[in-house]
């Protein structure tokens, strides 16, 4: 975990703060979000015709893989000393560049592009994310990724 007090947290900015482990995103894990999500899609949920189409297999949801970022991003954000609590703040951008196919792993790799004290005790930070595709060289997503923290 990469620790920051308030008074040095700003010197991070522009530092690649960390890359995730590899997460393998299943068959049963798409078929979990798909009944979490009610969506379907016969792309994501049916190997047997997704095999017709231009992916041959099925893939995940976009969501799926955005929503892997709280899990890929522990240990590879800054923490402030003290804080009391982190909460997603939302996204400045975010692109789903390539599919991720059942079976595949998945990695976050995080930079940090800002950090700022919007009140006393609150932090709002920025990172460039990009969810990478084990063994390919598009990622999966892009994204600009607003979190903050109390403190």
């Not at 975990?1 to 040095?8: D, H, W």
């Not at 995103?25 to 969506?39: P, S």
């Not at 996204?91 to 950090?115: N, Q």
Request: charged letters at 25%; a negative charge; glycine letters at 8%.
């Amino acid at each position: 975990m990469l620790t920051a007090s308030p008074e040095t947290a700003s010197e991070l900015v522009g530092r690649e703060t960390g890359v995730s482990d590899w997460i393998t995103i299943d068959q049963d894990r798409i078929n979990l979000f798909a009944d979490v999500t009610e969506d379907h899609q016969f792309i994501h949920v049916d190997p047997d015709a997704a095999k017709a189409t231009p992916f041959g297999s099925t893939i995940a949801h976009g969501f799926l893989s955005l929503s892997m970022l709280s899990r890929l991003a522990a240990g590879c954000v800054v923490v402030l000393d003290g804080v009391k609590m982190g909460v997603n703040y939302g996204f400045d951008k975010v692109r789903f560049s390539a599919p991720v196919k059942s079976g595949k792993r998945i990695r976050g790799r995080f930079k940090l592009m800002s950090a700022d004290q919007k009140i006393p005790g609150q932090w709002t930070f920025k990172y460039a994310v990009r969810v990478e595709i084990e063994g390919e060289d598009k990622p999966a997503l892009v994204a600009e990724w607003l979190t903050m923290q109390f403190v």
